[in-house]
């Protein structure tokens, strides 16, 4: 699976972006997919994901009511809107999909796209 992704940029504070996340496979053929994000000197954390099937949503608790994750089927693309950005958003994104391949969850990463949050 490869994932391409777009969208990061220099925004100001309370400003909005929307990531997008193209999967070169049918979404359906994916378990699960969302985005995390690394700011520097910290660990990769979840910031939205879903399951294909569409029975479950996560966002972390930092990003709810700011973010909303959605999904193109027919493009195969997965878009994270995000608004009222903070300062502390400022991270590079990756776009993340994950499949059961062999009973083990696989898990496939796009290059990142970099948002940075500043006045």
């Known amino acids: 699976v490869q994932l391409q992704a777009s969208g990061g940029g220099l925004v100001q504070p309370g400003g909005s972006l929307r990531l997008s996340c193209a999967a070169s496979?049918?979404?359906?053929?994916?378990?699960?997919m969302g985005w995390y994000r690394q700011a520097p000197g910290k660990q990769r954390e979840l910031v939205a994901r879903?399951?294909?099937?569409?029975?479950?949503?996560n966002y972390a608790d930092s990003v709810k009511g700011r973010f909303t994750i959605s999904r193109d089927n027919a493009r195969n693309t997965v878009y994270l809107q995000m608004n009222s950005l903070k300062p502390e958003d400022t991270a590079i994104y990756y776009c993340?999909?994950?499949?059961?391949?062999?009973?083990?969850?696989?898990?496939?990463w796009g290059q990142g796209t970099l948002v940075t949050v500043s006045s």
């Open positions: 879903f399951t294909s099937a569409g029975t479950t949503t």
């Open positions: 993340n999909a994950a499949r059961v391949v062999l009973l083990r969850e696989v898990n496939y």
């Open positions: 496979i049918s979404i359906f053929s994916i378990n699960a």
